[in-house]
């Protein structure tokens, strides 16, 4: 899975080493309470996120929507029904143009080249896309083959994410990954040669993983030229197998060293370290994630999806029903949702903050009232805590995270919450 999927931004990040800091960091912050109602003069940008539930086999390690593929996928049915869920959503988004569209999953490479054409003609027909809309398709490297990565490319697609994880046949393994790493290289270089932008997703941290082993396989990567590189820290999730039957992995310390050298190999090879766990050449930074990092509006539809949407006066956030049985038969009896929700003014100051605060750039302090619909002056307190702490730095104009507060951004966001 590369980047961030559609979120309740309930929980803290878990993508870096953020440690207990002790004495450094007191802990404790004050309660926000906004007293004005949300009010918005212009509504945030739009995405959509796109979830495709099945894949080959499930990873130990991966909480995500996704299920084993059982027989063939029934996939006109299920485009069928996404776009019938699209339908349901746009009266409440009607004339918002579209920005980018990630399709996730899952491994949305196991769709036929027909099936990805269908559902983007269907979106194209349904919304108005921008004509230089970012459109983003998750690939497994066991899934994929020159014809399909052509056929995408002529649907739409227009950037692929490629979830390599390694390139180390033994930490393949132990991942519970389809593919080899001479796959993943073969994967790699077709995905290089058909797509003008290219994420490859590395995760560090791994099962007996060494800190040379984690150099090399950075090496590798960047050896390869992707316009883009997402480096995560392993993290055991609960609900995974890796959770019930955790591995010997690197104690903190060591991660921490693979992190500082993944992050400084990539500095010196040219990618700008924009997000916590997110790499780009200059001007290619994953359009898509940029926007749930500074908090835009984004619909969700297809089993499991979530969505944001701003209006006026509030934001509502919803969920569709995870099992892709359920969805298929919720969108024929009418709406896929399973939850819908008003976000209160309490909250959003830490959901704000929860997608904000990973850019290392933080953002502009207009940019709070901007996508939040509420006044800054009750946030202002935690602001002068945080930057006391050495959490942050800010002026008059813009707010980011210090590197001690990168280190323990957990304990940053905290702060935040009601």
């Known amino acids: ?9 309930s929980a803290f990040v878990n993508s870096r080493r953020t440690d207990t800091p002790g004495s450094a960091v007191p802990s404790g912050s004050s309660l926000i309470t906004p007293h004005s109602p949300l009010q918005f003069s212009v509504l945030p940008p739009l995405s959509l996120y796109i979830h495709v539930p099945w894949c080959v086999r499930k990873c130990p390690y991966c909480d995500f929507n996704s299920h084993e593929a059982r027989g063939t996928l029934p996939e006109d049915e299920y485009v069928a ?9 746009l009266p409440q988004v009607w004339g918002r143009p579209v920005l980018t569209v990630f399709i996730g999953g899952g491994t949305p490479s196991l769709l036929s080249v027909s099936a990805l054409d269908a559902l983007l003609s269907g979106v194209r027909a349904r919304l108005p896309l921008a004509a230089d809309a970012e ?38 393994h132990a991942l519970g990954r389809i593919h080899d790493a001479g796959e993943a290289r073969r994967a790699a270089e077709l995905a290089l040669a058909t797509f003008d932008n290219v994420n490859l997703d590395l995760m560090y941290g791994l099962p007996g993983q060494t800190q040379e082993e984690a150099e090399a396989d950075i090496a590798a990567v960047i050896a390869l030229a992707p316009q883009h590189v997402s480096a995560y820290h392993l993290t055991i999730e609960p609900n995974t197998y890796f959770h019930r039957y955790p591995p010997a992995v690197p104690d903190d310390d060591a991660a921490a060293a693979m992190q ?3 992050e400084t190999r990539l500095a010196d090879a040219g990618y700008g370290h924009y997000e916590i766990s997110a790499f780009a050449r200059p001007g290619l930074p994953a359009r898509h994630n940029l926007n749930y990092w500074t908090f835009g509006d984004y619909l969700g539809i297809g089993a499991g999806a979530h969505g944001k949407i701003s209006f006026k006066n509030n934001i509502l956030r919803y969920s569709c029903a995870r099992q892709p049985k359920a969805y298929l038969t919720q969108v024929a009896a009418g709406s896929a949702l399973s939850e819908q929700r008003e976000l ?43 930057e006391a702490r050495g959490l942050l730095m800010r002026d008059h104009l813009s707010v980011r995270p210090t590197p001690l507060g990168r280190r323990f951004l957990n304990d940053l966001l905290a702060m935040f919450l009601p």
């Not at 029904?81 to 959503?89: G, K, N, P, Q, Y």
């Not at 009232?369 to 945080?386: I, K, Y």
């Open 1 to 9: 899975m590369a980047g961030p999927s559609p979120c309740w931004c």
């Open 81 to 89: 029904a996404l776009l019938s869920d699209l339908e349901f959503t």
């Open 135 to 172: 459109i983003t398709l998750e690939a497994n490297p066991g899934t994929v083959e020159a014809e399909k990565f052509r056929g995408f490319r002529a649907a739409g697609v227009n950037r692929l994410s490629l979830g390599i994880q390694s390139l180390n046949d033994r930490h393949l």
């Open 260 to 262: 500082a050298a993944v």
């Open 344 to 386: 209160s003014a309490v909250e959003l100051p830490g959901e704000f903050m929860m997608n904000a605060l990973r850019l290392n750039d933080g953002f502009e302090l207009s940019l709070f009232a901007d996508r939040t619909g509420l006044d800054l002056t009750p946030v202002l307190p935690v602001l002068d805590q945080a």
